[in-house]
């Protein structure tokens, strides 16, 4: 079956550190890739998503191009802020009729 | 605009009793899912509701069921509670016309003694 994989964590950066956060999936198809976010206290939100191979998504000076060749989806930001702390899940979606898969979630937290 | 709202935010129980958690979805979406995020855990899928309709299953016991109601809302049921289904539940909405965004509650914490 489908299935995401992220680099464990917690990662600890200093701010304006440069941030890679490696996701990597399993999928039959050509999924649909996203990127949520969970800050503290809160719900999971959509930080950025990308539908096809090539496709770069940008939300918030973050970055992630969809890479069919090694099945990746790496989440990238140049400079973060200690608010960027939070727990980052990559997730993907085969197509309509799936369910997301939800990868198990990487903890960043960025010190002053 | 109100997004998606679930309760109760906190659920004690005890093993062997059952839970019924519920979810009100964004106005204007048909679809929901429920998702079991356990402590260490990434989320594990349980349940995907359209239209009134159960559209998918996790790999989870026959135990946890729900079902979604005429207005879209939803519950999720789990009987014969067990220790480990101490967790906390999501539930996320998404318009069910294509559109692949889904719009979280704050979930209920689930805790089973």
């Known amino acids: 079956g489908d299935s995401v994989t992220q680099m464990e964590g917690p990662v600890t950066l200093s701010e304006e550190a440069f941030l890679t956060i490696n996701c990597t999936y399993t999928a039959t198809g050509y999924p649909s890739l996203f990127w949520y976010v969970q800050y503290p206290g809160e719900g999971l939100q959509l930080l950025l998503k990308?539908?096809?191979?090539?496709d770069k998504g940008s939300n918030k000076g973050f970055e992630a191009t969809y890479r069919k060749e090694t099945t990746s989806f790496h989440l990238e930001k140049g400079s973060v802020q200690v608010s960027d702390s939070a727990v980052y899940f990559c997730?993907?979606?085969?197509?309509?009729?799936?369910?997301?898969?939800f990868g198990p979630g990487t903890r960043l937290s960025v010190l002053p | 605009e109100a997004g998606v709202t679930q309760s109760p935010t906190h659920l004690i129980k005890t093993r062997g009793q059952q839970a019924t958690l519920r979810c009100s979805p964004i106005s204007g979406h048909t679809s929901v899912y429920w998702y079991q995020q356990a402590l260490g855990l990434g989320l594990q899928f349980l349940l995907w509701?359209?239209?009134?309709?159960?559209?998918n299953r996790g790999n989870f016991p026959p135990r946890f069921s729900g079902r979604q109601f005429p207005n879209y809302s939803s519950e999720l049921n789990v009987n014969a509670l067990e220790l480990e289904d101490s967790a906390l539940y999501l539930c996320?909405?998404?318009?069910?016309?294509?559109?692949?965004?889904?719009?979280f509650g704050s979930g209920t914490q689930l805790s089973v003694l």
């Open positions: 997730a993907l979606r085969e197509n309509y009729g799936q369910n997301f898969v």
């Open positions: 990308a539908t096809k191979a090539d």
């Open positions: 509701y359209d239209e009134g309709e159960e559209r």
């Open positions: 996320a909405s998404s318009p069910g016309d294509g559109d692949e965004k889904l719009f």
